[in-house]
């Protein structure tokens, strides 16, 4: 499977089964970049989802799903701009906080592997959706 349709089916289960539900928390949606974004306090928050085809002839899935989380502040940012005595905008710093890894579970980081489409709707029901509501959602609730 190509990367395009991939992600086409990615987006329209995911506005499909947490679109909603992440709208209650105060995320909205950016189905271009596909992540959902708050402002939480001095923060923003961002819950991004990669896909990967698969690339080797005994990889059997269509391709692979990873979750990252960003924080992002502007205000840290540009406390640490002043502090760093900037005199302009190619010296100031772009971005203090972010939190830029992939999740990692015992000593397996997660991804999902999903083999058929049906596989990936199921995926996004039953392990992405409650990893987000149970670990990722709180965790970020706890930042701000």
Known sequence: MKAKELRSLFRVSIEKDLADLLFKYGFKWRHG??????SKGDFVQSILFFLTPSKYPDDKSIGHISIMIRLDSKE?????????????????????????AGFVSDTQAIDWRPTSIEDMNLLIE?????????QIIPFLDERS
């Open 33 to 38: 970049s596909l992540k959902f974004q708050r």
């Open 126 to 134: 039953q392990k992405i959706k409650p990893f987000i509501i149970e």
């Open 76 to 100: 840290i940012t540009k406390v640490a701009t002043t502090l760093k005595g900037a005199n302009n905008t190619f010296e100031a710093i772009d971005t203090v906080v972010n939190i830029n």
